[in-house]
């Protein structure tokens, strides 16, 4: 994160308050010459003593005419590696602050909310008993496209804007998505534990193993990402299907090479299905176990989308009889899967939630979400594509 120095701040931002906050200045190291102009704030929320030396005070409640505050505060609870809140860091404005919890805990979540004006949230829920304790929050920015983690209806109750970042994650996901596919039709986990065990049998995978070309790949959901799962495949000999409940504009079925088929019928066809719907009421458990079944045999089932969009135990049950190739799941029901079945099949290949968890896409995002905010602040209309819950009128606390 670079040279750190610590200030304390004023007596009025004082309290006795249990929670206590870290508040350091970061200087990157071609902005030391001209180290003023170019600070940015960051306050850590911490519940343990702090190394000696560093300011520690506890937050007061705010004042809107408290005018030695910072002109926005940025609540993030999600447990984001260093360089990512640096990359968020280095997005900011001047005079915004971020407040960041220092755990993944409801507590530590709550202590980063309680002054924040804004939230950043990429995969930490906030359920109504959590954004009940934002008490200033007026906008949400989600820093993808799901947003079933975020309690909607008590956002619309309270005024609170949410808003995504359509597309925002469309390259990295749709990557991750063709690996799991190579992954499990190469049995790549398998290969790699043998080979450092050394067990050197190709002749293994030459009986089992099976390759793209000449396949059939059913896309379920043709939004921004299943596009470009399709864009990304052009270089392969494959049939390409799609579902959606929208069908697609005729241009781009022609661009893209998909053809647009009903889902019961797409399931029975493709060789390999892979799932990129959201989480709403229509598409919880959309794989159920009659779809798993009605599945080709030696099918492949790829979920790099939502968890509950699949009937895991059925998944599960159809791996262990046998009755599909494999699976390659990156999205579970129960996050993390502990005890899951699915963790003890061989012929799955499990990715924790990640796919669209690149550093090098992170900039665009988080300069979207800044200007998402930006336009909140601004009382301008957010892109349509990308707005959620309009901001409202807030209701009293």
């Not at 390409?240 to 009903?262: F, G, H, Q, S």
């Not at 045999?297 to 791996?319: M, S, T, W, Y």
């Not at 963790?343 to 924790?352: A, G, I, S, Y």
């Not at 669209?356 to 900039?363: I, R, S, Y």
Request: proline share 7%.
């Amino acid at each position: 994160m670079g040279d750190r120095s610590v200030r304390r701040l004023p007596p009025n931002r004082r309290s006795s308050g249990g929670t206590t906050l870290f508040c350091s200045e970061r200087i990157a190291g071609a902005r030391r010459r001209n180290p003023v102009a170019c600070r940015i704030h960051l306050y850590f929320v911490v519940s343990a003593p702090l190394p000696d030396g560093h300011s520690v005070f506890a937050p007061g409640p705010r004042s809107d005419s408290d005018s030695t505050m910072p002109d926005l505060i940025v609540g993030i609870i999600d447990t984001f590696h260093p360089k990512i809140i640096e990359t968020i860091a280095d997005s900011v404005p001047d005079g915004w602050v971020l407040s960041i919890a220092d755990g993944g805990t409801p507590d530590a979540r709550s202590r980063a909310l309680a002054d924040a004006d804004v939230a950043f949230v990429m995969a930490a829920p906030l359920p109504t008993d959590l954004l009940r304790t934002a008490g200033r929050l007026g906008f949400i920015q989600k820093l993808g496209a799901g947003v079933d983690r975020i309690d909607l209806d008590y956002c619309r109750e309270r005024g609170i804007g949410v808003a995504r970042l359509h597309a925002g994650n469309n390259v990295p996901v749709a990557e991750h998505t063709l690996m799991l596919i190579l992954a499990a039709y190469r049995r790549l986990p398998v290969l790699d534990r043998q080979t450092r065990a050394g067990n050197w049998d190709k002749e293994v995978s030459r009986g089992i193993n099976r390759q793209i070309t000449g396949k059939t790949i059913g896309i379920v959901g043709f939004g921004a990402i299943g596009r470009m799962l399709a864009q990304m495949l052009a270089g392969f000999d494959i049939r390409i299907l799609y579902y959606d409940p929208i069908r697609a504009p005729a241009d781009v079925e022609t661009k893209l090479r998909a053809e647009y088929m009903d889902l019961d019928a797409l399931v029975a066809t493709a060789d390999i299905v892979s799932l990129h719907l959201p989480l709403m009421k229509e598409t919880a458990g959309i794989i159920d176990e009659r779809r798993i079944a009605a599945m080709k045999p030696d099918a492949l089932l790829v979920n790099a989308a939502r968890g509950g969009l699949v009937d895991e135990d059925a998944l599960a049950r159809a791996l262990a009889r046998g009755h599909l190739f494999g699976a390659a799941i990156d999205a579970f029901s129960k996050e993390p899967p502990i005890g899951s079945p699915l963790l003890r099949e061989e012929r799955t290949v499990l990715t924790p939630h990640a796919a669209g968890a690149t550093l090098d896409n992170f900039a665009a995002i988080a300069e979207r979400a800044v200007g998402n905010t930006k336009r909140y602040l601004a009382g301008e209309d957010l892109p349509p594509a990308d707005l959620v819950v309009a901001p409202g009128k807030r209701a009293a606390a």
